[in-house]
């Protein structure tokens, strides 16, 4: 059973370039959330997918913006890239069943994105 | 609005000795606490949850922690350290958010275990 991938592994990009990110869910899994996990930090939450939808956003931009497919998979955009930008990005899978507040999030390796 | 508090970024023990780390949360509502593993370069792995079921909760690599609502913690603990528990560690306190699921996680605390 795969778990949660993402590609790619690490990205450098320059200011004000754009950046595209990918996830694809655990087997069985329908929600995809995003994190930022700066150097040092832990996690923070950017935004939750569910049926192809923005469910839920934390506090970050307008710049940060993703896309789920009918496959689950999701994607995460980052345009005007500043060097605050720089991170690891982790995406998470979960299933959306009935117990809704205890399903537990499943972690993928994460991208590496530097911003020079 | 709910949000976590590990004490000590940094915490070291020989190899053997007791591991104690510690997280205090704050929810408005009945939480739902996970702790999770980070090794280098490495994504997050969960090593407990606690669901209400069981005060006391058991992960794995002989990982346990207790929930104690009249001292809103969840700290976890490992009776004897392993080399191999040298990572990076994060408390996460999740709550259903309008129907959504919205998880915070704490600043991490750093485990060192020396030989």
């Known amino acids: 059973d795969a778990g949660v991938t993402q590609s790619p592994t690490h990205l450098i990009k320059t200011r004000g370039q754009q950046v595209t990110l990918r996830c694809s869910p655990k087997s069985g899994h329908d929600t995809v959330s995003w994190y930022q996990q700066a150097l040092g930090q832990g996690p923070q939450f950017i935004f939750q997918y569910y049926e192809e939808e923005e469910r839920q956003r934390g506090n970050f931009p307008d710049r940060f913006s993703g896309h789920q497919f009918p496959n689950y998979s999701s994607e995460l955009n980052v345009n005007a890239l500043l060097l605050g930008d720089s991170a690891l990005y982790l995406c998470a899978s979960s299933y959306w069943g009935a117990e809704k507040s205890t399903d537990t999030q499943y972690f993928g390796p994460g991208t590496r994105l530097t911003v020079l | 609005a709910q949000s976590v508090t590990q004490l000590g970024s940094h915490v070291s023990v020989s190899e053997g000795a007791l591991v104690l780390l510690r997280c205090n949360y704050s929810?408005?509502?009945?939480?739902?606490l996970f702790w999770y593993v980070q090794y280098p370069n490495q994504g997050l792995q969960l090593l407990l949850k606690?669901?209400?079921?069981?005060?006391l909760v058991k992960g794995i690599n002989g990982f346990e922690a207790e929930f104690k609502k009249s001292e809103t913690s969840f700290h976890l603990t490992k009776p004897s350290a392993h080399m191999s528990d040298a990572a990076e560690y994060f408390c996460?306190?999740?709550?259903?958010?309008?129907?959504?699921?919205?998880?915070?996680f704490g600043t991490g605390t750093k485990l060192q275990v020396i030989p």
């Open positions: 996460a306190v999740t709550r259903n958010s309008g129907g959504y699921q919205k998880v915070t």
């Open positions: 929810s408005s509502v009945p939480p739902y």
């Open positions: 606690y669901t209400s079921a069981a005060t």
